[in-house]
Structure formats: structure tokens, C-alpha cells
């Protein structure tokens, strides 16, 4: 057993030393990329601003972007960190480079930084009305999209609220700059960018201003100083995973010939993952947790209802239920209530919702599996 744990452990030195190696190139392709025109990218949009007469300059490091942003007057600094690699003292810095951002799906750490007092509220989106003051929110009258709903402090400005009465677009001051903060990232797509009133929204949020400067920044990015997580490893790093390496082969050596093959044994009983999760729900109703409990229950329906209709990771709430009612035939509105509207305010209730997703679960898999 020891020797198994031994190899283990090597390998996964051995894994994390090559991508912290090779960590200062770009190692995938962003979301909302507006070089991208594929159904993820916003390709659609820039070229739109620009024909408008927007100058659109795509940055990927923080350089690049400071560098777009010049002395920042009559600029709009878009700050898309889809893959959460600036740090919150990074974050701080950019509210210097420019009097107009725009956050979109941020990181805790970018709230914390540029919008203090905004805070995640969990999944949001769907078909939503204009209910503020913004131009860009009024001009689009009703946007569609998944994304991020947020709480939001006293003074600031909440837009596109939603019946949990958390908002997907919240804007504040920060003495002479303007921060505004988008949940719904969906609505900037090329897929996405032609439904409702989300080209309004976009081009208004995004051409306010004669230039703008889209910032998503690559691995690089992660330590402004260090240029990269390779140099931000300890001295002893690398010497130590060429010992640990050495004591693993050592061992493989020393007790290999001793253990045999491995035995395949039957267990006499399988726990599936449902199984798992109900019994952690159990756990939370018992300790009275029963929102936590009913919160848990419908993260793994949702996860698992992606992967049965074949949605995959990325999937957003909204295209999970859409798929679930196309495919049962139940109504759209019945399955988003059993998935986010309905609460439980007792034990029977909690039950009954609880038997509920299993069902809508059952639905689906024989609807796409049929027997």
C-alpha cells in the first residue's frame, strides 16, 4: 500500500511540476474572447463597436492594457477574468488606468477591489425586464442570458433585478470613476447577442466611450512582479520533488517484487453518487439546515441532468432546465421552479421537492435512454 501511495505522490509532483513549467503560456482559449467568433466569442459585438466608431483593442496582460488606456479619459476598461488569475492587490490596480469599468462575471477577489460592497449572490439570469435608470438597460427594455446575480450596497445603482431580488448589473461610484459590474456574461456571446434587447445592452454599456479596452488576462498575469507562477516557486522546489521522485522509485524497488499483482475484488455493495448526496442533504435537514440542504440537492440534480442530456460542464442553469422541459415535455416554468423557484419551509415540504428532482431526473434519463 505504501509503495502505491509513494507513486502516487510522484505523480502528481511530477503533474504540478509541469504545469507550473509551463504556466507562463496560454494554455486555452479565453471565453468572450472578441478575437473569437465561434458561438462562445464575442467577435460579433467588437466588430459592431467598431463600425460604430469605437476603438476596440483587445489587451492580455496588464501591460498591454495600460498601455491601450494611455492617460484613461474618454476610455472604457473591460475586465473579463474568466479564468480568475488576477489577485485582489492586481485587481486595485486597475481603478487607476481608467474612469470607466466594466467587470464582467468578476472574481471575489475583483469585487472586493474595484466594487466594495457589491457581493456574489449565486446563478441568475434568465428573461429579465429594465427596472433602472441606466440608458443601456432602459434602451434594451428586456435582456436574456445566464450568468451571476449580486447583492448590492445602499447607493448603488441595481438593474435587472430578479425575483430573489438580487441584480445581474449593479453600477457604483468610486469617487470620480465609474464601476459596473455584469452578471450576465451570456449576453455579450455571438450565440447569445441578438436575442431580447442584449445588443442594446451591450452597446450601451460598452460604447459609452470613444475607446475600450478589453482585458482578459492570460496566466502571466497571476504575479504582476514575478512574470508568472514559475517564478514564484520557493528555491528548494525543484529539489525536492527530485528526492521525493528518488524515495518513490526506491520504494517501488525495495517492496514492488513483495506486494504481487494487484487483486480486483468484488464489493458487495455499489453507493452511487445520488445516494452520496441525498445522505449529505439527510445530514443538513436533520441540523434544521433544510435551504443549505435543498441548495446541495439541486447543484447535483442540475450537474447531473447536464452530463445525462449531454450539455456538458459549461452548461448555465438556464440551458439545464430549458433542455429538461424540451426533453419531458414538461412546462419550462415547472421545471425552473422545482430547480430554483420553490422553497421549503417545513420537512414534508422539503421531501416532496426532494422526491421532486428525483423524478425530473428519472424523466430525463428515460426521455434520452429510453428502455
Do not use: K
Not at 509503495?3 to 510522484?10: F, G, I, Y
Not at 463600425?51 to 495600460?66: L, R, Y
Not at 480568475?84 to 469585487?111: F, G, I, K, R, Y
Amino acid at each position: 500500500m505504501l509503495v502505491w501511495v509513494a507513486v502516487a505522490v510522484v505523480v502528481l509532483l511530477g503533474v504540478l511540476t509541469v504545469w507550473v513549467a509551463g504556466a507562463g503560456s496560454d494554455v486555452g482559449e479565453h471565453r468572450r474572447s472578441p478575437i473569437d467568433a465561434g458561438p462562445r466569442g464575442t467577435m460579433a459585438l467588437a466588430e459592431v463597436l467598431r463600425a460604430q466608431g469605437v476603438d476596440v483593442t483587445v489587451a492580455h496582460s496588464f501591460g498591454e492594457a495600460a498601455s491601450a488606456l494611455g492617460d484613461g479619459r474618454d476610455a472604457t476598461l473591460v475586465l473579463d477574468d474568466d479564468w480568475w488569475v488576477l489577485t485582489e492587490e492586481t485587481n486595485e490596480q486597475l481603478l487607476a488606468l481608467s474612469q470607466h469599468l466594466v467587470l464582467v462575471q468578476p472574481s471575489d477577489e475583483a469585487l472586493a477591489a474595484l466594487a466594495p460592497g457589491v457581493g456574489y449572490a449565486g446563478f441568475g439570469g434568465g428573461l429579465l425586464t429594465a427596472d433602472c435608470e441606466l440608458a443601456a438597460v432602459q434602451r434594451a427594455e428586456s435582456v436574456s442570458g445566464g450568468g451571476d446575480a449580486y447583492t448590492a450596497p445602499s447607493g448603488a445603482q441595481r438593474c435587472l433585478v430578479d425575483a430573489a431580488g438580487n441584480a445581474s448589473l449593479v453600477r457604483i461610484e468610486r469617487g470620480v470613476r465609474e464601476v459596473t459590474v455584469l452578471g450576465l456574461g451570456d449576453v455579450l456571446s455571438n450565440q447569445s447577442i441578438t436575442e431580447a434587447g442584449n445588443a442594446a445592452l451591450a452597446l450601451g454599456l460598452l460604447g459609452e466611450q470613444p475607446r475600450l479596452v478589453w482585458y482578459q488576462p492570460d496566466v502571466d498575469d497571476y504575479a504582476l512582479e514575478g512574470g508568472g507562477l514559475a517564478a514564484r516557486q520557493a528555491d528548494w522546489y525543484v529539489p525536492l520533488v527530485v528526492l521525493l521522485l528518488l524515495v518513490g522509485v526506491a520504494a517501488a524497488l525495495w517492496r514492488g517484487r513483495r506486494m504481487g499483482p494487484v487483486v480486483v475484488e468484488d464489493l458487495p455493495v455499489e453507493v452511487r453518487s445520488s445516494e452520496t448526496m441525498e445522505g449529505r442533504a439527510r445530514l443538513y435537514e436533520r441540523g434544521g439546515a433544510r435551504d443549505h440542504a435543498l441548495t446541495t440537492l439541486r447543484t447535483a440534480t442540475l450537474a447531473r441532468l447536464a452530463r445525462t442530456l449531454g450539455l456538458g460542464g459549461r452548461a448555465t442553469p438556464d440551458e439545464i432546465i430549458a433542455a429538461s422541459a424540451a426533453t419531458t415535455g414538461r412546462d419550462p416554468a415547472t421545471v425552473e421552479f422545482l430547480l430554483r423557484g420553490a422553497t421549503a419551509p417545513n420537512d414534508s415540504a422539503f421531501v416532496g421537492l426532494s422526491d421532486g428532482l428525483l423524478r425530473l431526473e428519472d424523466e430525463v434519463a428515460r426521455a434520452v435512454r429510453p428502455r
